[in-house]
């Protein structure tokens, strides 16, 4: 497995921006398929964005689409989320997932696919 670490994360008002930051160890994060996860208190965790190993692939929930934006610097062994328009609705958790077996070409958005998590970040959005 890989150690992900998750920075970024903060208190910032409705409409505002921030940018999350996975850093991943290993010297093969090119060849992982990554993703962003969140979860707010009393909620199931759940699918933010997903990118694949060449970042030539996203994919978002409707509930994002359109505010936040996932992408990956692969010579620095990170995956980003810019997150953009916030609302009071986003305060959760955020984690990083990587999957880093088995078919990784693809962008994944189920948390049973993914086999490393991230220690989470915490994103909160006051109205």
């Known amino acids: 497995q890989v150690q992900l670490v998750e920075s970024g994360g903060g208190l910032v008002q409705a409409g505002d921006s921030l940018r999350l930051s996975c850093a991943a160890s290993?010297?093969?994060?090119?060849?992982?398929?990554m993703g962003w996860f969140r979860q707010a208190t009393g909620k199931e965790r759940e699918f933010v964005a997903a990118?694949?190993?060449?970042?030539?692939?996203?994919y978002y929930p409707d509930s994002v689409k359109g505010r936040f934006t996932i992408s990956r610097d692969n010579a620095k062994n990170t995956v980003y989320l810019q997150m953009n328009s916030l609302k009071p609705e986003d305060t959760a958790v955020y984690y990083c997932a990587a999957r880093t077996s088995g078919s990784t070409w693809y962008v994944r958005s189920r948390i049973e696919e993914y086999d490393s998590w991230g220690q989470g970040t915490q994103v909160t959005v006051s109205s």
């Open positions: 290993g010297r093969t994060f090119s060849s992982y398929a």
């Open positions: 990118i694949s190993r060449s970042g030539g692939n996203t």
